[in-house]
């Protein structure tokens, strides 16, 4: 009798363990992902749920691709990747999605273009262990209308749309009430393509700041008059305002305000300085012809 008892308790286990897999792999095959699209105005994103058939990274990125060069059922949206524009290949390397598009993907401009691209890298990075989407044309590194390379895009660049602008969420850092040290705050900026990131990146710095307990670290009537990022490098043109620098903060506070929030963005390990087009050797006490790294000594300890 005893050993009937065990004989079923181990059979009722398998039992329970068989049935638990089961709903394990239902769960699976019901995870839903959005599908985005440009809706009707070219204004803004929408979506439709899609199940996938694929299970792995390597058949989820190759039937969303797939779908996203679809028409989507719903008759007034519009696929963000439109006719005439052909993918010729991607790879995957780690959490990175490289997509190589042919020449007439250079034909998009402004508007259209970013919405483009919002809708794969959105889609694209639900897929798990795909984090960032890097754009090619022709195998060479996609640069827009404003010649700045788009570099690593993560979906948290494309928070929502609303009109002909894009939300994006940035990190920034301005000053501690003693002026020695940086504090974090994200923010969301409207952004229309015409120009690029890193620029508007700049000028919410120059701004200032507007939550309490956060300092300026720039000086008034600075200016930005060119931003590149090329190879992981921004290089950032400002006018001789900047070397004024405000009394209530330090070199390194007022310099790295910038590098740290623009090192935020992906595709970007490090930032050169131009004052009116020219490398500029000192900051007042800081050498300054060199280029600029993150710097996380300088960042205020989170309470």
């Given at each position: 009798m005893k050993r009937a008892f065990i004989a079923f308790l181990i059979l009722a286990a398998m039992m329970l363990i068989s049935c638990g897999g089961?709903?394990?792999?239902?769960?699976?095959?019901?995870?839903?992902?959005?599908?985005?699209?440009?809706?009707?105005?070219?204004?803004g994103l929408v979506s439709e749920s899609y199940?996938?058939?694929?299970?792995?990274?390597?058949?989820?990125?190759?039937?969303?691709?797939?779908?996203?060069?679809?028409?989507?059922?719903?008759?007034?949206?519009?696929?963000?990747?439109?006719?005439?524009?052909?993918?010729?290949?991607?790879?995957?390397?780690?959490?990175?999605?490289?997509?190589?598009?042919?020449?007439?993907?250079?034909?998009?401009?402004?508007?259209?273009?970013?919405?483009?691209?919002a809708t794969i890298v959105k889609t694209m990075c639900q897929i798990p262990g795909i984090d960032f989407v890097f754009f090619n044309v022709n195998g060479q590194p996609f640069i827009?209308?404003?010649?700045?390379?788009?570099?690593?895009?993560?979906?948290?660049?494309?928070?929502?749309?609303?009109?002909?602008?894009?939300?994006?969420?940035?990190?920034?850092?301005?000053?501690?009430?003693?002026?020695?040290?940086?504090?974090k705050t994200t923010r969301n900026i409207f952004y229309t393509g015409t120009s690029p990131i890193e620029e508007h990146v700049i000028n919410q710095i120059i701004n200032g700041p507007t939550e309490m307990g956060l300092y300026a670290t720039v000086p008034e009537g600075t200016t930005v008059l060119n931003v590149s990022t090329k190879e992981k490098i921004c290089y950032v043109d400002l006018n001789e305002k900047f070397l004024e620098k405000l009394p209530t903060v330090t070199d390194e506070v007022a310099i790295y305000?910038?590098?740290?929030?623009?090192?935020?963005?992906?595709?970007?390990?490090?930032?050169?300085?131009?004052?009116?087009?020219?490398?500029?050797?000192?900051?007042?006490?800081?050498?300054?012809?060199?280029?600029?790294e993150r710097n996380l000594s300088i960042n205020e300890e989170e309470e």
């Open positions: 089961k709903n394990e792999n239902i769960d699976i095959l019901k995870n839903e992902y959005q599908i985005y699209y440009i809706d009707s105005k070219t204004s199940v996938p058939e694929g299970k792995t990274k390597e058949e989820l990125v190759a039937e969303l691709l797939e779908v996203l060069q679809n028409e989507p059922a719903n008759k007034f949206y519009k696929k963000g990747l439109p006719e005439g524009v052909t993918i010729k290949d991607y790879s995957i390397s780690d959490d990175q999605l490289i997509i190589n598009f042919d020449s007439s993907y250079n034909e998009l401009k402004g508007i259209p273009e970013v919405l483009c691209r827009d209308s404003n010649g700045v390379q788009t570099g690593l895009m993560t979906a948290e660049f494309f928070i929502e749309n609303t009109g002909a602008e894009t939300h994006y969420k940035v990190t920034l850092y301005f000053a501690n009430e003693t002026g020695d040290k940086l504090k305000s910038i590098v740290n929030s623009l090192v935020e963005l992906p595709g970007i390990n490090k930032v050169q300085f131009r004052i009116n087009g020219q490398t500029v050797e000192m900051f007042h006490n800081t050498p300054f012809d060199g280029l600029f």
